[in-house]
């Protein structure tokens, strides 16, 4: 059996690797980069709970803890007051869930790419060879080649590819997949520096600013890193001006300035005065001079939001910024690419290995388009009100305009609600049969990631839920008083023997956990979990043919194993090497081979999703990565990047304004323009 292709090393590429080795499926990694990490202390990513779970799970928590930096909370702020003050759950020896919510991890990019690099290394299942720039596919009904050009161009014979080559990915577009969306949604100039601010360990948003202006559209938010460094972002106003070196010094002058006077009043402590924040702290003190600072970086940052409209064709998948581009409103753009990564990992696994129906392959992308399209539609939907201005129109939407706005971007950052909040897959076409109306109900709604609680395995051993994802199906018990006897006693008495049977005879790799509690579930609950966390359903006691249909029905019904094999005829008993055969082309381009035809599955409706770019797009090379020089020097606008496949019969305004008229496949709405598709 072939290895599975993945053509870009950055951080999605690297997770997919490293997924698939876990799994015991090898990878080759195409870098077309001679694989050293540019240093760029302004360009940072911040990992959500889940996605951050997920890195440390593949071997960079180490990584995450001496390059990372966990927040002890989130700041709002308004002029001089404060709104609101998010604090986070303190680290604890057993990471045990508390009624505050996990800080995200927030670290350098490099960092990142770095320790995921150190891991494959040493990974005997997984190669990465750089200076391999992808040229040319070729697939058909047993596998797929990839030509590249360089140092190490030549044909690559795999199993399934995987695109992971960013904005400008080369796979899209020989895929002749569309990548339609906007331009130039919001622009940002960025900052890294080292100094102190008032509220060490806590992030802030800082919204109208009172020394750059207060006006209703400037915010500018810190966001503390390892070492004393600070990364600090500023909204820029519509248009396309550049960001001179002096402009942007100005900003950080005037920003520092404004924050070293004594700190804000908490929220409810009896500070004096009412705001249109609806609290009654204020900001107190005078502003002193500008406190010292060392400049490290600086760029400027320029968000995109597109979706192609395809996620697989054939053996060929996109995934991270070939398939996607947001980053509006705090949204993540490399937490979704690392859920890209680990939803299509397991499937991956299981059709390397088993065999795998065209119903699991096209999961993926049912599942996690729908996800990105959501999370596109909710930013589309809410850039109009928070960035014009005009609380009027907030105040027609929701009482209390400021906090409103605030509890909005709150969510966007912190990773809460629609624009933040990990994905519930509820409609995908991996769902059970139905369960008997009886069934017993906890607080994870199918579909839901599930909560991270504390398991004991088979071997005695007590870790956290989240530990054991990525293998297989979690089979979990609900079992109160466990702890309290040895293994030896319980896991041979009550509904333990029936379960471990069960549990064994099922059609895809499981693991048997038992669990004191879990939230909303009554004892003897069974909890059947997918390897990416994601809760398959919950059943009362042990039901041998329930189980068995629910595993079923996640590994792509029971068809599964035989059309996967019938797929592989022919490549069946090759070894396993983590290098591709080198060899002649294939027989026939992607075009028509496969599953190139594969409708629009995106979980939603399959609704074309339209593209409403501003008039002067014209061709595609836009990226999301921050531009601009070391220092200060250097800084400069970012050019809003254009899309040759972006197409639409609407129009909207200038690039970088809120796009009212154009959301972002806009499923289940009437601003709806159609596309020949």
């Known amino acids: ?24 499926v090898p990878s080759v990694v195409l870098d077309e980069t001679p694989g050293q990490e540019e240093t760029r202390p302004a360009r940072t990513a911040v990992l959500r709970p889940d996605t951050a779970a997920f890195v440390g799970r593949l071997g960079c928590a180490d990584a995450l803890e001496s390059a990372g930096t966990r927040w002890a909370a989130w700041r709002i702020m308004r002029r001089r007051r404060l709104v609101e003050r998010v604090a986070f759950a303190p680290r604890t020896p057993d990471d045990a869930a508390g009624p505050a919510p996990a800080s995200p991890v927030h670290l350098p990019q490099h960092a990142l ?14 190669e990465v060879v750089t200076g391999s720039r992808l040229a040319d596919l070729e697939q058909d009904e047993h596998g797929i080649s990839a030509h590249t050009r360089g140092p190490n161009g030549t044909w690559w014979r795999g199993s399934y590819l995987i695109g992971c080559d960013g904005p400008r990915s080369t796979v899209r577009k020989l895929l002749d997949i569309r990548f339609p969306g906007r331009t130039a949604v919001e622009r940002h100039a960025v900052a890294a520096l080292r100094c102190e601010l008032p509220w060490p360990g806590e992030a802030l948003l800082h919204r109208s600013p009172p020394r750059q202006g207060g006006g209703p559209g400037s915010e500018v938010s810190a966001r503390p890193l390892a070492d004393g460094i600070w990364r600090l972002d500023w909204l820029l106003p519509p248009g396309r001006e550049l960001v001179t070196p002096d402009a942007l010094v100005a900003r950080i002058r005037d920003s520092l300035a ?30 002193r001079p500008v406190p010292p600072y060392e400049l490290l970086d600086t760029g400027v940052h320029t968000v995109h939001h597109r979706l192609a409209r395809r996620w697989r064709q054939g053996r060929a998948f996109l995934a991270g910024d070939a398939a996607h581009l947001l980053g509006a409103l705090g949204t993540q753009g490399l937490d979704e690419g690392l859920r890209d990564a680990e939803n299509l990992a397991w499937k991956l696994g299981l059709a390397w290995h088993h065999g795998a129906s065209e119903l699991l392959l096209d999961s993926y992308q049912a599942e996690r388009r729908g996800a990105v399209a959501a999370r596109l539609r909710a930013a589309d939907q809410a850039l109009p009100l928070l960035r014009d201005g005009r609380s009027v129109r907030w105040r027609t939407v929701l009482p209390g305009a400021a906090r409103g706005r605030s509890t909005l971007l709150t969510d966007g950052h912190l990773g809460r609600g629609p624009l933040g909040a990990p994905p519930v897959y509820a409609r995908t076409p991996l769902a059970p049969p139905a369960g008997p109306a009886d069934g017993p109900l906890v607080e994870t ?5 599930v909560v991270d609680v504390a398991v004991t395995a088979s071997d005695g051993s007590v870790v956290r839920l989240h530990d054991r994802l990525g293998q297989g199906l979690l089979v979990v018990l609900v079992a109160p008083g466990t702890t309290v006897w040895d293994r030896r006693h319980w896991q041979s008495a009550g509904l333990m023997p029936r379960l471990t049977s069960a549990v064994a005879a099922l059609p895809m790799p499981a693991e048997l956990l038992v669990t004191e509690s879990y939230p909303g579930a009554a004892a003897h609950t069974v909890l059947l979990v997918r390897p990416d966390g994601h809760l398959v359903t919950a059943l009362a006691g042990v039901r041998p043919e329930e189980m068995t249909a629910c595993a079923e029905a996640v590994r792509g019904g029971a068809h599964g194993r035989g059309a996967g094999a019938a797929r592989r005829a022919g490549s069946e008993g090759a070894p396993a090497r983590p290098t591709g055969a080198v060899g002649p082309a294939g027989a026939g381009r992607a075009a028509g081979l496969g599953a190139s035809d594969t409708p629009d599955t995106s979980g939603t409706s399959g609704a074309a999703h339209e593209a409403h770019a501003a ?10 990565a921050s531009e601009g020089a070391g220092g200060a020097a250097g800084a400069r606008g970012a050019a809003g990047g254009r899309e040759g496949e972006a197409e639409g019969s609407g129009t909207a305004g200038p690039a970088g304004t809120a796009g009212a008229h154009s959301p972002v496949d806009p499923v289940g709405t009437s601003m709806l323009h159609s596309e020949s598709d």
Request: aromatic content about 2%; hydrophobic content about 40%; proline content about 10%.
């Open 615 to 624: 008039p002067e797009i014209g061709r595609a090379d836009s990226s999301e």
């Open 258 to 287: 404004g924050w070293s006077g004594a700190s804000p009043a908490e929220p409810g402590t009896g500070s004096t005065g009412t705001g249109p924040d609806g609290d009654g702290s204020r900001w107190h003190g005078q502003a």
């Open 445 to 449: 709604v199918p579909g839901a990631p």
């Open 113 to 126: 790419t770095r320790a995921l690099r150190a891991a494959l290394a040493r990974e005997k299942l997984a």
């Open 1 to 24: 059996m072939d290895p599975v292709i993945v053509v870009g090393a950055g951080p999605v590429g690297l997770s997919l690797a490293l997924a698939l080795a876990r799994l015991g």
